[in-house]
């Protein structure tokens, strides 16, 4: 089986919820020939029920009014028509995260909240980072939890790549100064930032990532390059609300979609995308190392109407 069907069968198996729903409502909506006002509107439901949202729905039956109304329409033809609107949609947001600082290092803050796949995801991206052999470091900069600390550990050792770290409890702002300029020194391409994910008190959380912004400002006034945003798919709609939240608290510049392997809805991503507009780096559909991948807006679109 090649690399490119495997991760197919694997975003098939976390879209299946979404896919099959669609796939469902969309045959059920082509009971006629032709694609009239009542079977736009038949689509619009089935594409809210299928939790790609109202927004992206409408946006879908205005742009399939446009090119297809009064025309003869096969069922296969409708979810193709479908998965070409939405890949519409998701080709905006599907920009791959490069390395371009100079002076390196570039800072990447990754941020979300605890259990959202966080510190699995930033060993997976320094795997990315590393097959197109760039130098990489990490740092634990999420020092409230032991296990955050330890569990990055694992993955640094795992991975291959340096982990600066202090004491659990101690300050971040003065360990990713510390990275920093070990990164400098050493001549790193990429440094990538663990930080807390605690959301039940926002303004502790601000003033957090506030230090450790004005540390990185005086070291490189460009620093942080990156802030990405790690989300849980499974979460659906919290995860959409958790965007709002770390956009006002981190200034988020884009999002990794991890868990969209088992139940995993995949709608939410075309709702993040339709709603925010915000890049969409890279998408995980599983635990291995290798399991984070750039983000293809066509695959996923052809995957999400079942025509994959």
Same mark, same amino acid.
């Given at each position: 089986?090649?690399?490119?069907?495997?991760?197919?069968?694997?975003?098939?198996?976390?879209?299946?919820?979404?896919?099959?729903?669609? $796939?469902?409502?969309?045959?059920?909506?082509?009971?006629? !020939?032709?694609?009239?006002?009542?079977?736009?509107?038949?689509? =619009?439901?089935?594409?809210?029920?299928?939790?790609?949202? /109202?927004? !992206?729905?409408?946006?879908?039956?205005?742009?399939?009014?446009?090119?297809?109304?009064?025309?003869?329409? $096969? @069922?296969?033809?409708?979810?193709?028509?479908? &998965?070409? @609107?939405?890949?519409?949609?998701?080709?905006?947001? !599907?920009?791959?995260?490069?390395?371009?600082?100079?002076?390196?290092?570039?800072?990447?803050?990754?941020? +979300? *909240?605890?259990?959202?796949?966080?510190?699995?995801?930033?060993?997976?991206?320094?795997?990315?980072?590393?097959?197109?052999?760039?130098?990489?470091?990490?740092?634990?900069?999420?020092?409230?939890?032991?296990?955050?600390? +330890?569990?990055?550990?694992?993955?640094? =050792?795992?991975?291959?790549? /340096?982990?600066?770290? +202090?004491?659990?409890?101690?300050?971040? &702002?003065?360990?990713?100064?510390? #990275?920093?300029?070990?990164?400098?020194?050493?001549? $790193?391409?990429?440094?990538?930032?663990?930080?807390?994910?605690?959301?039940?008190?926002?303004?502790?959380?601000?003033?957090?990532? &506030?230090?450790?912004?004005?540390?990185?400002?005086?070291?490189?006034?460009?620093? /942080?390059?990156?802030?990405?945003?790690?989300?849980?798919?499974?979460?659906?709609?919290?995860?959409?609300?958790?965007?709002?939240?770390?956009?006002?608290?981190?200034? *988020?510049?884009?999002?990794?979609? $991890?868990?969209?392997?088992?139940? #995993?809805?995949?709608?939410?991503? *075309?709702?993040?995308?339709?709603?925010? +507009?915000? /890049? %969409?780096?890279?998408?995980?559909?599983? @635990?291995? %190392?290798?399991?984070?991948?750039?983000?293809?807006?066509?695959?996923? !679109?052809?995957?999400? &109407?079942? *025509?994959?």
């Amino acid at each position: 089986m090649s690399d490119k069907q495997s991760w197919t069968d694997r975003l098939f198996g976390g879209f299946r919820k979404t896919s099959e729903k669609l $796939t469902s409502n969309l045959t059920e909506v082509v009971g006629t !020939a032709r694609l009239d006002d009542a079977t736009l509107d038949d689509v =619009e439901d089935a594409l809210i029920l299928s939790d790609l949202g /109202p927004s !992206a729905a409408a946006r879908i039956r205005e742009k399939l009014r446009e090119k297809r109304f009064g025309l003869e329409i $096969t @069922e296969r033809e409708l979810k193709e028509a479908v &998965a070409e @609107e939405i890949a519409a949609i998701l080709r905006p947001v !599907a920009v791959p995260l490069e390395i371009t600082a100079f002076p390196r290092p570039q800072v990447l803050l990754v941020i +979300g *909240v605890n259990g959202s796949g966080k510190t699995t995801t930033i060993a997976k991206l320094a795997h990315l980072f590393q097959e197109d052999d760039y130098a990489v470091m990490l740092a634990a900069g999420d020092t409230f939890r032991a296990a955050a600390i +330890g569990q990055l550990q694992t993955w640094a =050792e795992r991975v291959g790549v /340096p982990l600066v770290r +202090g004491p659990e409890g101690g300050d971040p &702002a003065s360990i990713v100064f510390d #990275a920093v300029k070990k990164a400098t020194e050493i001549g $790193t391409d990429v440094l990538i930032v663990d930080t807390a994910g605690r959301l039940q008190n926002k303004r502790e959380l601000m003033d957090e990532l &506030a230090k450790i912004r004005k540390v990185l400002g005086r070291l490189n006034p460009e620093a /942080p390059h990156d802030v990405v945003l790690v989300l849980d798919a499974t979460n659906g709609q919290n995860a959409l609300s958790q965007i709002d939240v770390f956009k006002e608290v981190a200034g *988020v510049t884009g999002l990794v979609m $991890t868990k969209l392997d088992g139940t #995993a809805r995949g709608g939410v991503l *075309v709702q993040a995308a339709e709603q925010y +507009g915000l /890049p %969409i780096h890279a998408i995980g559909v599983g @635990e291995k %190392i290798d399991d984070l991948r750039p983000f293809d807006p066509d695959l996923l !679109a052809r995957v999400i &109407a079942g *025509v994959a």
